[in-house]
Nanobody
Framework: QVQLVESGGGLVQAGGSLRLSCAAS????????MGWFRQTPGKEREFVAA????????YYTDSAKGRFTISKDNAKNTVNLQMNSLKPDDTAVYYC???????????????WGQGTQVTVSS
């Protein structure tokens, strides 16, 4: 089993920044990949970014490129998502996820956190 706990969400003005963290525990190994997704009411969960458990091969959706950075803190077993130049369209519940295998933009992840709310005001 793998447990994921997100933190760092909140309210920020457009153009501001937030840093989300995902603390991972349990039986997670180097062959896992970590992803960040987001969801708004009435819409499907959408991919934001992903990275291997070793911190390699970061991968982003087009809307996140150049603004968001995914990284892995090996000392703390956390995966972070630094979000800059935030826009009101980034408002969503953000979820951390883990899967056995390579990073993928699909929702084919076995483990999910509870989510953290990000609200960007205009």
């Amino acid at each position: 089993q793998v447990q994921l706990v997100e933190s760092g969400g909140g309210l920020v003005q457009a153009g501001g920044s937030l840093r989300l963290s995902c603390a991972a525990s349990g039986h997670i190994f180097s062959s896992y990949a970590m992803g960040w997704f987001r969801q708004t009411p009435g819409k499907e969960r959408e991919f934001v970014a992903a990275i291997t458990w070793s911190g390699r091969a970061p991968y982003y959706t087009d809307s996140a490129k150049g603004r968001f950075t995914i990284s892995k803190d090996n000392a703390k077993n956390t995966v972070n998502l630094q979000m800059n130049s935030l826009k009101p369209d980034d408002t969503a519940v953000y979820y951390c996820a883990a899967r056995y295998g390579a990073p993928t933009p699909s929702t084919a992840y076995q483990y999910w956190g509870q989510g953290t709310q990000v609200t960007v005001s205009s």
